[in-house]
Nanobody, 123 residues
C-alpha cells in the first residue's frame, strides 16, 4: 500500500508564497510521476502541475510562471512552490502518484492520492 502525506498548507495574504510538500511511503515505487490537484469549494478537482520521473513537468495556464513543481527522488517527496498567490488559488491541495513515469494532468492517470492540505489566500 502507498501512503501520501501532504504538508505546508496554511493562510497567506494575496501576493504571498507557500511551499507544499508530499512524501510517499510504502512499497517500492519504481519510476513514477507526481502531481498536484487542488479542489476549491463547490468545484471539481483539477491538476495544476505534474512532474515525471526524470523531471519533465507540465502546468495549467492558471499557474504558469507562479508555481513550480519539483521532486527529490531519494526522499520520495514532491514539492509545489507557490508564489504570487491569489484568492482564487484557495483550495484543498491534493498530491497524487502515477505509476507511469510520464507526467499527466488527467486525474484518471493517477493511482494514489493524499488526504489534502488546505491553502487559503486572503485578499
Amino acid at each position: 500500500q502507498v501512503q501520501l502525506v501532504e504538508s505546508g498548507g496554511g493562510l497567506v495574504q494575496a501576493g504571498g508564497s507557500l511551499r507544499l510538500s508530499c512524501a510517499a511511503f510504502g512499497r517500492p515505487f519504481g519510476t513514477y510521476a507526481r502531481g498536484w490537484s487542488p479542489q476549491a469549494p463547490g468545484k471539481e478537482r483539477g491538476f495544476v502541475a505534474a512532474i515525471g520521473w526524470c523531471g519533465r513537468n507540465t502546468y495549467s495556464n492558471s499557474v504558469k510562471g507562479r508555481f513550480t513543481i519539483s521532486r527529490d527522488n531519494a526522499k520520495n517527496t514532491v514539492y509545489l512552490q507557490m508564489n504570487n498567490l491569489k484568492p482564487e488559488d484557495t483550495a484543498v491541495y491534493y498530491c497524487a502518484l502515477d505509476r507511469n513515469s510520464i507526467p499527466s494532468i488527467a486525474e484518471s492517470a493517477y493511482d494514489y492520492w493524499g488526504q489534502g492540505t488546505q491553502v487559503t489566500v486572503s485578499s
